[in-house]
Nanobody, 129 residues
């Protein structure tokens, strides 16, 4: 499986950005997928997860109400819409799919675990000033 993130960039505090992830290879359309981020010197943080087979979503408390995860199975794309951005949102953002199909809650947890949990792309940088 290949995951390629795009759409990062710079924004001012209070602004918006959308990052995208193109998924190719093995079909993971029914798997839970998510986004995590990592800033220099900080631990990995799972920010959002979506399991389209049952419509379940989960968000980290730090982004709840500001970020929205969505998925287009027909186009094999995963999105993260980010609004009301804050300087503390500055990080490299990665899309990911666990090795196993997990719940949205468990996906968020493993993405924050620091361990080898699944596949992810090269990341896209988001900088908020």
């Amino acid at each position: 499986v290949q995951l390629v993130e795009s759409g990062g960039g710079s924004a001012q505090a209070g602004g918006s950005l959308r990052v995208s992830c193109a998924v190719s290879g093995r079909t993971y359309k029914d798997y839970c997928m998510g986004w995590f981020r990592q800033a220099p010197g900080k631990e990995r943080e799972g920010v959002a997860a979506i399991r389209s087979v049952d419509g379940s979503l989960n968000y980290a408390d730090s982004v709840k109400g500001r970020f929205t995860i969505s998925k287009d199975n027909a186009k094999n794309l995963l999105y993260l819409q980010m609004t009301n951005l804050k300087p503390e949102d500055t990080a490299m953002y990665y899309c990911a799919v666990p090795y196993q199909d997990l719940s949205a809650t468990e996906t968020l947890r493993v993405m924050s675990s620091g361990g080898d949990f699944g596949y992810y792309g090269q990341g896209t940088q988001v900088t908020v000033s």
